[in-house]
């Protein structure tokens, strides 16, 4: 299974960006996907997820009514819409794939066994 984050780029404060995450070469019987980002010299954090066949979402707080999560199932393809952006969002972008049930989606890194290559969001101030 692969994993292929594109979207990223350079924002100005306030202005938007769509990333996606197309899943390829074979799927999961069961899945939660997460968004997470990585500023430099930070760990690695949770953004957002959601339980596939669910469709439960789990946000963190920082982007809570700012960014929003989907999925395309059956191009299986997962995108989180930001809107809103702020110079504290500039990161590198990953997607994630968590598989097996979940009756919560997972917020920590332990349980994505998939990563994709990531994608740079820069927003300037």
């Known amino acids: 299974v692969q994993l292929q984050a594109s979207g990223g780029g350079l924002v100005q404060a306030g202005g938007s960006l769509r990333l996606s995450c197309v899943v390829s070469r074979g799927w999961f019987a069961r899945v939660a996907m997460g968004w997470f980002r990585q500023a430099p010299g930070m760990e690695r954090e949770f953004v957002a997820g959601?339980?596939?066949?669910?469709?439960?979402?789990e946000y963190t707080d920082a982007v809570k009514g700012r960014f929003s999560i989907s999925r395309d199932v059956a191009k299986t393809t997962m995108f989180l819409q930001m809107n809103g952006l702020k110079p504290e969002d500039t990161a590198v972008y990953y997607c994630?794939?968590?598989?097996?049930?979940?009756?919560?989606?997972?917020?920590?890194?332990?349980?994505?066994?998939?990563w994709g290559q990531g994608t740079l969001v820069t927003v300037s101030s």
């Open positions: 959601i339980n596939w066949s669910r469709g439960n979402l």
């Open positions: 994630a794939a968590a598989p097996g049930f979940w009756t919560r989606v997972p917020v920590t890194i332990f349980p994505y066994d998939f």
